[in-house]
């Protein structure tokens, strides 16, 4: 006795078996699919990628208070990104899952795991697609940004100290003496040292700036001035200012320290900078796997719903 086709396509519908008279698929996995899910997603993200960037170079300014400001900027970089990948990835799993063959005789059940599967190896395989691009972005974001931060944290750290050895260099250039700088001229300059030499600094100031800078330099390394080397340059500031010892050392104490000061707060500020870079590269670092995450779930989703319409 022969059962009616419509009695067969209810008890289909009704999640028996899934029926297909063109013949049984050889695999659970139609690779074909997934790569095909998976090349479409890459090229839609990349597309995307371009319209993005130039999104974003359109709303910068170099002029003041023209264009976004960062943080709309970044709300508006994250968004984007999210998107972005979420419709990639729903296009690749769809694609995964209505491009996959028919299985016969299969549970609609085991339909919709395999066509789940299907929509996350698009998934997984279109990642895999843009890793070298993927890994350039996440390398930026956020080992760029530690770096970066930290970078600044130690060239700022050295940004007093650095002037004044700059300063200390000009001034020799200009004054002719062809002496090295650098550590090692502070201690040349030590060999030499005589109250003498103090008096002669006042008729040559191009000296002296080098010399006393080059001995701030050296102080500033261990946050202190050696009272040597406060009494000799307060010698060099009495004779060229016509100051008693005295005030001079005092003007010597308070400058050191406003030099210290400062040294202090560009250190905090490089501080300040650094964690600020790295707060917001572990945030994008959090925000890219959520968004990672949502997209494969919307693959597998998309995938599902493809061999849905696939099967009607």
Known sequence: MSVPSSTLAAEARRGSLAFDPAGPSPSAVSW???FAGAAAAAALSL??????TGLGLSSLSPWANEGANAKTLTIAAAAYVTFMHLAA????????????????????DEISFRDTAHGFLAWGVGILVTAGFLTTAVTTIVGGGVHAGASVAGGAAQGVTSGAAAGAASSEKSGGEGAEGGPMAYFVDSLFRSPKAARGGANNPETSNAEVARIFTNAAASGKLPDEDRRYVAQVVAQRTGLSQQEAEKRVNDTFAQMQAKKQETENAAREAADKARKASAIASFWLFISLLIGAFVASLCAVYGGRVRDL
Do not use: C, E, H, Q
């Open 89 to 108: 990835s729903a296009l690749g799993g769809y694609l995964a899952g209505r491009l996959r063959t028919k299985w016969v005789d299969v549970m609609l």
């Open 47 to 52: 597309i995307l990628t371009l319209l993005g």
């Open 32 to 34: 074909a699919a997934i």
